[in-house]
Structure formats: C-alpha cells, structure tokens
C-alpha cells in the first residue's frame, strides 16, 4: 500500500442509535486529514443521509443487519464507501426535488439524495452481485480547476 494512502473502517449494526457514532468517526477522519470544520461537516451530514437512508429504505428498520463504511483517503480526495446489503434501488429513478415546490409546501423528509449530491463533489451508486449495495461519495482536497480550452 502506498504510503499516501490510508484507510479507515467502520462496521456497524444498521440502527438509527448508532448514527452520532457513524458522524463522530467521519467527521473525525474528515478534521484529522485536513479539512475545516464547515468541509467535515458537509460530509459528515451527506454520510449521515446515507446511512439514514440504508435504515430506512435498505432494512426497513431490521436492526440486525450492519451497514459498512469505508474511508479511503489518497493524495487528492477523501472517499466514502457506504455498504448494506438490503433492498436496491435505480439512482437514476430517484427525481431530485424542486427545491422551491418543497419548501413551499413545507415537507419533510425525501432529500437525502439531493444533499448527498450538493454537499459532495461525486456520488455513486452500485448495486453489486451478492445482494451487496455500495454508495461511494467522494470530496477533493482541492477543488478540481477546469482547464480553459483554447
């Protein structure tokens, strides 16, 4: 393993207690690798959506089954790989709200997706053989300068 590489494991009965646990261990990776508090919190709260959407959607609240998070952090981005093994869902099914209709009618609930999205710079989604499901999230370092095409 190169030297700039380094990662961090959680695993974790997938139980909406254990949620402060699941933020306190990414936000404490986040702030021991360099990012300020206002970066580690965004990706503190975009883990913390999905995890609370494994528990909700993935086990239907099945407390017996463990989600797995996973840190991997390189010489430019800070990854998070969170895993379950419950039901999948289409990504690409999932309509992100209309921001504007939603606060306008007061909902809640529903925007996990769409936070996961705004407070990270790449998030996917995999589906994996073995009943695996895997949201991988990533943050940069340094945000990535667009190079001017002449």
Known sequence: MNKATRNYF???????????????????????????????????LAVDEACTNVIEHAYQHDESKDIDIAIKIDYNKFTVVVTDRGRSFKLEEVELPDMNSYLAELRVGGLGIYLMKTLMDE??????????????????????RHAKVK
């Open 123 to 144: 998030v996917d989604y995999k589906s994996k053989p073995g009943g695996k499901n895997e949201v991988t999230m990533v943050k940069y370092f340094l945000k990535k």
């Open 10 to 44: 959680l695993k974790i009965p997938g139980q909406t207690d254990n949620l402060e646990i699941i933020r306190d261990f990414v936000a404490g990776v986040a702030q021991r690798v360099g990012f300020d508090l206002e970066e580690s919190n965004k990706i503190e």
